[in-house]
């Protein structure tokens, strides 16, 4: 039910944007020409939305005292590394066209950062956009046909914009920027957790493993709240935590009470994340009820095999399956060796970092058995 409200809210703002650009560009979608003007238009409207999106989150970040650590659209992600330098890398995250990741300000306590503006800042833009398009298209006459449709579409898609990320709103149980403005201004250990996302991201990015980094960025003052997304990553890190320490045993325990306890109210996401690590932990340890389990969820396996180029964490899964599942410890030893070669390709070095050491630590316990 929840999918069906998606698509039909996204088809009628679709369809409106569609008659609003029709409208206002003054054109005839039914010549050949003024058709393939119009789709150019949304196309390009489209892409430049999401950017002027992200760049919004940035610059209202920037004046909120946040530090740029990522800014990707699409796959092409632009960022900081950790000698201050700014590169290009690939990585894809389900469910995203996008994504402007900062460092909250330092010396602020992170129940008390700053978060309405740094989240306000998208929808901003695409409103001011938006409008300025709208404003351009009544005042401004002479304009060529190809232009009224770019400003009509770009209108539109902002004014859409706007609206499905300024309205608080829960799409398919992912909160948009103006339920988590609400949400983070009544709730501070929603606001712990959504700053512990941002620190621990910048310093995985930099080259720190989980193991290295300390106890209180992980403390958000309370019991984790898996219904809340911003909380629930905080507790899949805290396991994973144990993972990066060698604590196998304790880690897959604790993946298993995670998903047999709260798998409803986990996000898709979250589920897949967590079941691609019960996989290796199964796998590891021996439990091949889970393991079997696991490996038999087509839909876990699809997440992550499309995703293995760009995350090592699931590559790690996938040798551990070739190795102690399928007996095959030449696909496992050169799934280990891509990682290493493919090692400073991967956008979070801090788990490369941990994932070759589990890897290389897996494939000499098998070599002794």
């Not at 309370?222 to 997304?229: K, V």
Request: contains cysteine.
């Amino acid at each position: 039910m929840k999918n069906a409200f998606r698509f039909l809210l996204m088809f009628l703002m679709g369809a409106a944007a569609g008659l609003v650009i029709i409208i206002f560009a003054n054109g005839d979608s039914s010549s050949p020409v003024h058709f393939i003007e119009f789709i150019v238009s949304l196309v390009i409207a489209a892409y430049l939305q999401i950017i002027l999106h992200e760049a919004g989150h940035l610059v209202c970040g920037l004046l909120s005292g946040y530090r740029f650590v990522s800014f990707r659209i699409g796959s092409i992600t632009l960022l900081k590394d950790g000698n201050g330098k700014l590169r290009f890398k690939c990585f894809k995250l389900a469910g995203t066209g996008g994504q402007c990741l900062m460092a909250p300000p330092e010396n602020v306590p992170l129940d008390k950062i700053p978060t309405q503006l740094y989240n306000a800042g998208g929808a901003l833009v695409n409103l001011l956009c938006a409008t300025i398009s709208l404003l351009l298209l009544i005042f401004c006459d002479g304009m060529p046909m190809w232009l009224r449709y770019f400003l009509a579409a770009t209108m539109a898609i902002g004014f859409v914009f706007a609206l499905l990320n300024g309205i608080p709103l829960k799409l398919g149980g992912v909160a948009n920027d103006g339920y988590n403005i609400l949400y983070l201004k009544r709730d501070k250990q929603a606001v712990k957790g959504f700053a512990a996302q941002l620190i621990i991201n910048e310093k995985l990015q930099n080259g720190m493993r989980l193991s290295q980094m300390p106890d209180e960025v992980f403390d958000l003052g309370g019991a984790i709240n898996f219904s809340d997304p911003l909380q629930a990553n905080v507790g899949l890190l805290l396991i994973s935590r144990e993972l990066d320490k060698g604590n196998i045993e304790l880690a897959h325990e604790q993946f298993k009470e995670l998903l047999n306890s709260h798998r409803k109210e986990l996000l898709p996401l979250f589920r897949l994340e967590a079941g691609c690590e019960l996989m290796f932990t199964s796998l590891v340890t021996g439990d091949k009820e889970v393991a079997l389990n696991t490996i038999n969820d087509k839909m876990l396996m699809k997440y992550i095999t499309k995703y293995a180029r760009v995350m090592s964490p699931k590559q790690r899964t996938l040798m551990a399956k070739a190795l102690i599942f399928d007996n095959d410890r030449a696909k496992a030893e050169r799934l280990y060796n891509e990682v290493i070669t493919r090692h400073d390709s991967y956008l979070m070095q801090g788990e490369v970092e941990s994932d070759i050491e589990l890897m290389k630590r897996l494939l000499e316990t098998q070599n002794n058995a």
